[in-house]
């Protein structure tokens, strides 16, 4: 499996805007599509965006397109999360996790797809 370890959350005002970083270690990155995940206090983790092995297709939920930015580069093992207008609402623990996958185009919408999990990283908007 590959090892993830999430950074780039903080402390933020609303408008504000962060970057969160995932660095992957352990098998082949590239063959693995990436997710962005995010639990508030109270609530289920839910997805937030998905990119593809070859970062060709991405996905975004509803709640943050237009706002957030996923992006990979494959040679340097890394994911990121570009957050940009932060609202209050968007205040959670942010986790990226692995999917391993055969397909270069793919990325799943479903939390049991992915089978890699970071430790997350809080991120904190106030209004």
């Known amino acids: 499996q590959v090892q993830l370890v999430e950074s780039g959350g903080g402390l933020v005002q609303a408008g504000d805007s962060l970057r969160l970083s995932c660095a992957a270690s352990?098998?082949?990155?590239?063959?693995?599509?990436m997710g962005w995940f995010r639990q508030a206090p109270g609530k289920e983790r839910e997805l937030v965006a998905a990119?593809?092995?070859?970062?060709?297709?991405?996905y975004y939920a509803n709640f943050v397109k237009g706002r957030f930015t996923i992006s990979r580069d494959n040679a340097k093992n890394t994911v990121h999360l570009q957050m940009n207008s932060l609202k209050p609402e968007d205040t959670a623990v942010y986790y990226c996790a692995a999917d391993s996958t055969r397909s270069d185009s793919y990325y799943s919408t479903y939390r049991v797809s992915y089978t890699s999990w970071g430790q997350g990283t809080q991120v904190t908007v106030s209004s």
């Open positions: 990119i593809s092995r070859s970062g060709g297709n991405v």
């Open positions: 352990g098998r082949t990155f590239s063959t693995y599509a």
